[in-house]
């Protein structure tokens, strides 16, 4: 019996199957009918310990005249108790697929069953126009308000790439539908949409009852940039890599991995082991770099300027180390299909593995330092719960989920590379709240100071690219996956003609945890509205502008970036409170 | 207090840059330098280029063949050192390139003479090229007549070449029916 049938052979007793394909050892995909799609996700997501982790709407209609649909579920167990996870060999990925008529694009909505595909299905509808019938919320998502209506930017026909509708002046721009909660005394404290710290604006709806946030919804994608538009029309695998990289500018790496081997595995191409483990190594480098950022950042958005600094001292170490390894400050520019462009010397080796030394010594310092400030770390506890069951329902990744209790890593759950040569742990602390998510970070922070140095240790010798020759095969598709610091990247790829790609879907880590921050938020104070966000690490710490309007007196009152961040880091002096 | 014990201890982390050089480690990969007197303008690195940072192409009177560099568009992958057969391009350890105002000043020129085709006379590639390959072939040892054959043939641009090559195998197909 293969990975995954046992599943597929539950899944049958219910529901006709018409399909089964196998792309890798652990990679399978079930066709059902469109009217079976939810009771299928919601058995494999509830009853056989799945967790939805992308899916993938496809024009497919110059191929067989449908739209598709395809759900992949990362196998593993619900992990709810520790007992209550899938044995090693029977973790694997189940991609449920269906088939869209073009003429009759809707299906029936997986969300009402299973929350956590919420996201997928509303940017479902913005970018393929497929309607999820019965979708609680079926606002925008991607597209942006002045966007017009019936453009479906990535079908095959909807438009060149170069297209730009008309903008909509300002003042005739539609207002987004905030969800809002009704009652007396409730004050609606918008967070965003610009952002001056980091490049990424969003905008944060806070309802607060006096200083307490009682619910919290967000508009995202002000920044769109229509990559996998780009994508499919433009690039080959040689530029792909390079294009997935920009994904991000913090780990862009963990994405050029994810897309390539996506790609990889469709065709099934072996990578040679040094590269395999340099790889690795490359990816735990971004890692440290993303974590002690992190960590930094939580320090600063409270007010500890000092511990940012120091532990921004030792990030810097960590770009060094980047520079011998890559060549480059960051570990950029050096994925290729097929292997990566630069190996290493010997001597750079040596001078790495001197410097993890380095690393692994004034992290412990400063970690021990920041622990014993009391003040510090009673900032952290208790902010900012993840709640167990709604961790459940919406499949957050990454030292989000972790920090909840849940053992779920990729490298553990699905090994890539060089990984299930290595010994590591996964690092789980169980208190759900902001204080247990940055003592994640920090234990990985040793754990991938340690997987970095067993591979230097064991590295292989020999080539670090192969020759690829004539590789691709138009309609075979796979998916890549790793563990970005934030979490699970999971990209799908379908090759197309002439080295081009047919579909490429990129999913990063932070997409599956913004779902359960409205949750996060809940109970908590104003104050600590920047530092909940930050831990989930969205790249994101502060906000540009706040406007407080309390509903009741209909008075109004604009706050700086300044004020805000004043206030968090104080706790003196509200700024509401002569209002 | 652990906190301000530290900095006392590991003092100043800053470097006195701009005032001071950062040295890159060996192996760096900064800004490609090009070495105009090396460049044969076979256009390799123009097709390896993932980013398209790099342009050869003719001139607009197709009297000169010029290589563009546009440092502003290069991700430093070193695709175009690995792959220039004569090490024109090379990745050097160069990383600021901060242009005020026009980001033209960030763009690199060379311009190469071009050879015209021996039969149609239409300029195909450059003439550093051409005795590129004439250099190699006297190397590999052939004798005279073949040298002055296979030299021929790389005076003829690809275009001709196909055209004889069709005409050729046209007759030949003609006398078997024959
Ligand atoms: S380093 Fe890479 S991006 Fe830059 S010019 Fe060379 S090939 Fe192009
Ligand atoms: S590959 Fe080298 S020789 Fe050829 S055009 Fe580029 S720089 Fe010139």
Redesign the pocket.
């Known amino acids: 019996m293969k990975k995954g049938d046992n599943f597929i052979n539950k899944v049958k007793e219910k529901i006709t199957v018409h399909d089964i394909e196998r792309q890798t050892e652990d990679q399978v995909t079930i066709t059902v009918d469109r009217n079976d799609l939810p009771e299928a996700v919601r058995m494999l997501y509830y009853d056989m310990g799945g967790w939805l982790s992308n899916m993938i709407p496809n024009d497919e209609r110059q191929l067989n005249g449908n739209f598709a649909l395809y759900y992949v579920i990362s196998m593993e167990g619900g992990k709810m108790t520790p007992e209550d996870e899938l044995p090693q060999e029977q973790k694997c990925w189940i991609t449920v697929k269906t088939y869209i008529p073009a003429n009759d694009p809707t299906f029936p909505s997986v969300t009402c069953k299973v929350p956590a595909a919420v996201w997928y299905e509303r940017e479902a509808f913005d970018m393929f126009g497929l309607k999820a019938v019965g979708l609680p919320d079926p606002r925008r998502l991607v597209l942006s308000d002045d966007w017009p209506e019936g453009l479906h930017p990535l079908r095959k026909d909807a438009m060149d790439y170069r297209h730009r509708p008309d903008a909509v002046d300002h003042q005739d721009e539609p207002d987004y539908k905030f969800l809002e909660p009704s009652g007396s005394g409730v004050v609606d404290v918008p967070l965003g949409p610009l952002h001056i710290t980091s490049d990424e604006p969003g905008h944060f709806r806070l309802y607060c009852d006096g200083d307490t946030i009682i619910d919290a919804d967000f508009r995202l994608f002000y920044q769109h940039r229509g990559m996998e538009k780009l994508a499919e029309n433009r690039m080959n695998y040689d530029q792909m890599g390079y294009l997935a990289e920009r994904v991000c500018g913090i780990c862009g790496y963990a994405h050029a991995i994810a897309c390539i081997e996506a790609a990889e595995r469709a065709v099934g191409i072996e990578v040679p082991l040094r590269a395999q483990a340099m790889r690795v190594i490359c990816l735990e480098i971004e890692r440290l770099h993303s974590h002690l950022l992190n960590i930094g950042l939580a320090c600063e958005v409270t007010g500890n300027i000092n511990a940012f600094m120091h532990i921004f001292r030792i990030r810097e170490f960590t770009m060094e180390l980047a520079q011998l390894v890559t060549g480059g400050r960051k570990t950029y520019g050096n994925v290729v299909m097929g292997g990566l462009r630069r190996d290493m010397s010997s001597a750079e080796i040596k001078k790495s593995l001197d410097l993890l030394v380095t690393i692994e010594q004034q992290l412990i310092e400063v970690w021990d330092a920041v622990m014993d400030d009391k003040a510090q770390v009673g900032r952290w506890k208790g902010v900012g719960i993840l709640d167990r069951q709604v961790a459940r329902d919406f499949s957050p990744v990454g030292p989000n989920v972790r920090g909840s209790g849940f053992a779920r890593d990729s490298r553990h759950d699905h090994p890539y590379d060089f990984i299930d040569q290595l010994e590591f742990n996964v690092a789980v602390e169980n208190g759900c709240d902001v204080y247990s998510r940055e003592n994640v970070r920090y234990k990985e922070l040793l754990e991938s100071i340690s997987i970095i140095r067993q591979c230097f240790e064991m590295m292989p010798g020999g080539q670090t690219i192969i020759k690829p020759q004539t590789m691709i095969k138009p309609g075979a598709f796979a998916i890549g996956n790793d563990e970005a610091p934030r979490g699970e990247n999971v990209h799908w790829i379908m090759h197309g003609n002439a080295q081009k790609v047919y579909r490429w879907r990129c999913r990063a880590a932070t997409y599956n945890n913004w779902s359960s921050l409205r949750y996060q938020f809940r109970g908590n104070t104003i104050a600590d509205a920047a530092l909940i966000v930050c831990s989930l690490d969205p790249c994101y710490s502060c906000t540009e502008r706040v406007t407080v309007v309390d509903i009741n007196s209909q008075k109004s009152k604009v706050l700086t970036h300044k004020d805000l961040k004043r206030y968090s880091q104080t706790l003196k002096n509200h700024p509401l409170k002569n209002m | 207090m652990k906190l301000l014990d530290m900095t006392r201890k590991y003092g100043n982390a800053t470097y006195n840059y701009p005032f001071e050089p950062y040295k890159v480690p060996e192996g760096f990969r900064g800004k490609p330098a ?1 070495d105009y007197e ?9 097709v390896a280029c993932p980013s398209n940072a ?1 342009n ?1 192409k003719l001139n607009e009177d197709k009297s000169k063949l010029v ?1 563009e560099f546009n440092c502003a568009r290069c991700i430093f992958c070193g695709r ?1 050192d690995e ?4 090490n ?2 090379l990745l050097s350890d160069e990383f600021e390139m901060a242009v005020r105002f026009d980001k033209d000043n960030l763009k690199e020129r060379g311009e190469l003479d071009v050879e015209c085709c021996q039969k149609c006379k239409n300029p195909f590639t450059t003439s550093k090229l051409i005795s590129y390959d004439i250099e190699r072939l006297k190397k590999a040892g052939w004798d005279e007549a073949t040298l002055a054959e296979k030299t021929k043939y790389i005076r003829t641009c690809p275009e001709c070449k196909k055209n004889i090559a069709v005409e050729n195998s046209t007759q030949y197909f003609v006398r078997k029916r024959k």
């Open positions: 090009y090396k460049c044969i303008g076979c256009t390799a690195c123009a790099i050869v290589w175009c792959v220039c057969p004569t024109a391009v």
